[in-house]
Protein backbone atom coordinates (compact mmCIF):
# COMPACT_ATOMS: atom_id res chain seq x y z
CA UNK A 1 0.00 0.00 0.00
CA UNK A 2 1.20 3.21 -1.25
CA UNK A 3 1.10 5.76 2.00
CA UNK A 4 1.27 9.82 1.01
CA UNK A 5 2.49 12.11 3.25
CA UNK A 6 -0.21 14.40 5.26
CA UNK A 7 0.00 17.54 2.43
CA UNK A 8 0.27 15.16 -0.57
CA UNK A 9 -2.85 13.84 0.32
CA UNK A 10 -4.52 16.45 1.14
CA UNK A 11 -2.89 18.36 -2.26
CA UNK A 12 -4.73 15.06 -4.43
CA UNK A 13 -8.05 15.60 -2.54
CA UNK A 14 -8.35 18.96 -3.10
CA UNK A 15 -6.88 18.38 -7.36
CA UNK A 16 -9.87 15.43 -7.15
CA UNK A 17 -12.74 17.99 -5.83
CA UNK A 18 -11.89 20.73 -8.52
CA UNK A 19 -11.74 18.46 -11.31
CA UNK A 20 -14.25 19.39 -14.29
CA UNK A 21 -16.81 17.86 -15.66
CA UNK A 22 -15.03 17.28 -18.39
CA UNK A 23 -12.33 15.80 -17.21
CA UNK A 24 -14.53 13.37 -14.92
CA UNK A 25 -17.05 12.50 -18.15
CA UNK A 26 -13.70 11.51 -19.69
CA UNK A 27 -12.29 9.75 -17.28
CA UNK A 28 -16.14 8.02 -16.87
CA UNK A 29 -15.89 6.80 -20.87
CA UNK A 30 -12.89 5.48 -20.27
CA UNK A 31 -13.97 3.65 -17.29
CA UNK A 32 -16.86 2.04 -19.58
CA UNK A 33 -14.76 1.28 -22.35
CA UNK A 34 -12.24 -0.61 -21.02
CA UNK A 35 -15.27 -2.93 -19.82
CA UNK A 36 -16.33 -3.15 -23.66
CA UNK A 37 -15.24 -6.80 -24.98
CA UNK A 38 -17.37 -6.76 -28.13
CA UNK A 39 -14.80 -6.09 -30.73
CA UNK A 40 -17.68 -4.75 -33.51
CA UNK A 41 -18.78 -2.10 -31.08
CA UNK A 42 -15.40 -1.05 -29.89
CA UNK A 43 -14.61 -0.82 -33.76
CA UNK A 44 -17.65 1.48 -33.95
CA UNK A 45 -16.87 3.54 -31.07
CA UNK A 46 -12.97 3.84 -32.86
CA UNK A 47 -14.74 4.92 -36.23
CA UNK A 48 -16.47 7.85 -34.42
CA UNK A 49 -14.13 9.23 -32.50
CA UNK A 50 -11.60 8.85 -35.18
CA UNK A 51 -13.95 10.73 -37.74
CA UNK A 52 -14.77 13.59 -34.89
CA UNK A 53 -13.28 16.88 -35.40
CA UNK A 54 -10.57 17.68 -33.29
CA UNK A 55 -9.91 21.54 -32.28
CA UNK A 56 -6.68 21.12 -31.80
CA UNK A 57 -3.89 19.06 -31.15
CA UNK A 58 -2.34 20.27 -28.19
CA UNK A 59 -4.13 19.69 -24.96
CA UNK A 60 -3.96 22.20 -22.38
CA UNK A 61 -3.54 20.82 -19.23
CA UNK A 62 -5.75 22.31 -16.10
CA UNK A 63 -4.07 23.42 -13.52
CA UNK A 64 -4.84 20.72 -11.05
CA UNK A 65 -3.44 17.90 -13.56
CA UNK A 66 -0.30 20.56 -14.25
CA UNK A 67 -0.08 20.33 -10.24
CA UNK A 68 -0.50 16.26 -10.03
CA UNK A 69 2.18 16.09 -12.61
CA UNK A 70 4.57 18.24 -10.36
CA UNK A 71 4.02 15.85 -7.54
CA UNK A 72 4.27 13.33 -9.37
CA UNK A 73 7.99 14.61 -10.34
CA UNK A 74 8.84 15.31 -6.89
CA UNK A 75 7.68 11.53 -5.78
CA UNK A 76 9.86 9.87 -8.48
CA UNK A 77 13.01 12.20 -7.50
CA UNK A 78 12.37 11.31 -3.72
CA UNK A 79 12.13 6.92 -5.04
CA UNK A 80 8.79 7.10 -4.12
CA UNK A 81 7.73 4.47 -6.75
CA UNK A 82 6.61 1.01 -7.24
CA UNK A 83 7.06 -1.19 -9.88
CA UNK A 84 4.51 -2.44 -12.33
CA UNK A 85 5.32 -6.20 -11.21
CA UNK A 86 4.63 -4.89 -7.14
CA UNK A 87 1.15 -3.59 -8.61
CA UNK A 88 0.25 -6.49 -10.39
CA UNK A 89 1.54 -9.11 -7.36
CA UNK A 90 -0.82 -6.39 -4.98
CA UNK A 91 -3.98 -6.10 -7.64
CA UNK A 92 -3.54 -10.61 -7.73
CA UNK A 93 -3.87 -9.87 -3.86
CA UNK A 94 -6.67 -7.73 -3.80
CA UNK A 95 -8.49 -9.95 -6.51
CA UNK A 96 -8.03 -13.45 -4.25
CA UNK A 97 -9.53 -11.46 -1.20
CA UNK A 98 -12.30 -10.76 -2.81
Do not use: F
Amino acid sequence: MIVLPKIELYLCQKLLQKMNKIDLLRDSIIDRLLAISNKDYLSALYQLVDKSVVESECIELSEEYTLLLQLSEIDIANGNVISQSEIDKSDLKWLKEQ
